[in-house]
C-alpha cells in the first residue's frame, strides 16, 4: 500500500535552530516525492520536490530510498517559516499525490 | 495571478441541504481534484477526473459527489450535508501524470453544517 507516514504533528524549535521534518513513505515502485507548505491564511504551494534536488528558502530534502525516508531540513529556523508542511507521494500507477498527515513548524523568536 | 479559484471561503449550511462547492482554474490542466483538510488527518482525496465528463472516486467519496462539464470547472456536491462534512475544502489542478508532482491549490472552502 501506499503511505505516507509524518510521525510529528507539532514541532517547535527557536529562531536559529536547526530544523528536521521527518515523512517516510511506503511505496514498492520508484517514488517521487514533494514537500507542500501553507503559511497561515495562504493556499497549499510546493515548497520542493525531490528530482529538483534543489534548495528552496534555504530548505532541503534527500531521498533515502534505503531508508524510505525524504526528511525536510534546515540548518537555521526562521519565524517566516513558521507554517504547516506536508510530504506527498505521487504514485504513478494510482496518478495521484497522496499527502501526509503534515506537521505544524512553530518557530519561536 | 490568481489560477484555481473557488468560489467560497466561507459557507454555512444546514443539515439535510444540498451544497455546492465550484472551483475554476484557468491553467488549461487536464486534472483536477477535491480534498478535504482536517487537523491531524491531512488531506484526504474525495474525487478527481482526468478529463472532462470523467470522474474517479478517491479515498472518501462517501456522502458527495462531483461534477466536471467544462474542462475549466469542478463542482463538488454535498447531496444531503450532514455534520460530519464540516471542514476545510481544497481543489486543485494539475497537469497530465500529476504534471510531476506540480498541483496548483485554491484558496479553499471552510464549510461548517450546522
Known amino acids: 500500500a501506499q503511505r505516507v507516514t509524518q510521525p510529528e504533528k507539532l514541532l517547535s524549535v527557536f529562531k536559529g535552530a536547526p530544523v528536521e521534518l521527518k515523512c517516510n513513505y511506503s511505496y514498492s515502485g520508484s517514488p517521487e516525492l514533494f514537500w507542500y507548505v501553507q503559511y497561515s491564511r495562504q493556499r497549499l504551494q510546493l515548497l520542493l520536490r525531490?528530482?529538483s534536488r534543489e534548495s528552496i528558502k534555504g530548505f532541503t530534502a534527500d531521498l533515502n530510498k534505503g531508508e524510505t525516508s525524504f526528511h525536510l531540513k534546515k540548518p537555521f529556523a526562521q519565524e517566516e517559516d513558521s507554517a504547516m508542511y506536508y510530504c506527498?507521494?505521487?504514485?504513478?500507477?494510482?496518478?495521484?499525490?497522496?499527502f501526509g498527515t503534515g506537521t505544524l513548524l512553530a518557530v519561536q523568536p | 495571478d490568481v489560477k484555481v479559484t473557488q468560489s467560497s471561503r466561507y459557507l454555512v449550511k444546514r443539515t439535510g441541504e444540498k451544497v455546492f462547492l465550484e472551483c475554476v482554474q484557468d491553467m488549461d490542466h487536464e486534472n483536477m481534484f477535491w480534498y478535504r483538510q482536517d487537523p491531524g488527518l491531512g488531506l484526504r482525496l474525495i474525487y478527481f477526473?482526468?478529463?472532462?465528463?470523467?470522474?474517479e472516486k478517491g479515498d472518501i467519496p462517501e456522502g458527495y459527489s462531483v461534477s466536471r462539464e467544462k474542462k475549466e470547472r469542478f463542482s463538488l456536491i454535498l447531496e444531503s450535508a450532514s455534520t460530519n462534512q464540516t471542514s476545510m475544502y481544497l481543489c486543485?489542478?494539475?497537469?497530465?501524470?500529476?504534471?510531476?508532482?506540480?498541483?496548483?491549490f485554491g484558496s479553499g472552502t471552510r464549510l461548517t453544517v450546522v
Open positions: 486543485a489542478s494539475s497537469l497530465p501524470r500529476g504534471g510531476g508532482g506540480g498541483y496548483t
Open positions: 525531490h528530482i
Open positions: 506527498a507521494l505521487y504514485g504513478g500507477a494510482t496518478n495521484k499525490l497522496i
Open positions: 477526473s482526468y478529463d472532462v465528463k470523467m470522474k
